[in-house]
Every structure is written in C-alpha cells, then in structure tokens.
C-alpha cells in the first residue's frame, strides 16, 4: 500500500526559505509519479510541481526560479523534498504530496494524481 507522508511546513515572512519533504512508502520511484500540489483558502488544489523518473520536472508558472522539487532515496528511504525560496503570501496554503501509477508514453507532468498525503501547512506573512 503506498503511503505518503509531508513534513517542514510552518510559518515564515515573506522572503524566506522553507523546505518540504514527503515520506513514501509502498512504491519505487522508477513506477510512480511525484509531485507536489497546494489548495488556498477558498481556491482549489493546484500543481506545484512533478518530477518524472527521467528527472524532467514541471512547475507551475506562479513558482518557477523559486521552487525546486527533487527525489532522494537516502539510506533506503524515499523522500520527496521541495526547496521553497523568495516565499510569498500568495504561497500560504496547505501543501500535499502526491503519486499515481506511471505508465510508458504517458508524462508525469499531466493527468489526475490519485494517492495523496495528509497536507502540511505553509503559512507566509507579509
């Protein structure tokens, strides 16, 4: 059963640096597909950002120089970091990470992600 877990949300002024990282369980990168995804108050959840198991990587355009998605696979745990920089009040939301099954011919970068964390809570003050 793949399992996702986020930690490192928090709260910060705006200008500054946090880092997120998702804990996964259950599956091989080489089979997945990750990515990041955020929902503000009131919006609807939206994409971060996605890595492929090429390495190739998409983020949304609201992130893009500031942002950076990554996978490690540390001392045989698979974690899914996301640098945060330059943050934003408009980056307060709650973060989730995500996965679904990847399938050849098929990028990462599009289509309904399907198994997801619980969220952690990124809070930017002005």
């Known amino acids: 059963q793949v399992r996702l877990v986020e930690s490192g949300g928090g709260s910060v002024q705006a200008g500054g640096s946090l880092r997120l990282s998702c804990a996964a369980s259950g599956l091989t990168y080489n089979s997945y597909c990750m990515g990041w995804f955020r929902q503000a108050p009131g919006k609807e959840r939206e994409g971060v950002a996605t890595?492929?198991?090429?390495?190739?990587?998409?983020?949304a355009d609201s992130v893009k120089g500031r942002f950076t998605i990554t996978i490690s696979q540390d001392n045989a745990k698979n974690t899914l970091p996301l640098s945060m920089n330059s943050l934003k009040p408009d980056d307060t939301a709650i973060y989730y990470c995500?996965?679904?099954?990847?399938?050849?011919?098929?990028?990462?970068?599009?289509?309904?992600?399907?198994?997801w964390g619980q969220g952690t809570q990124v809070t930017v003050s002005s």
């Open positions: 995500a996965a679904k099954r990847r399938y050849s011919g098929f990028s990462c970068h599009r289509g309904e992600y399907y198994v």
């Open positions: 890595i492929d198991v090429d390495g190739s990587t998409n983020y």
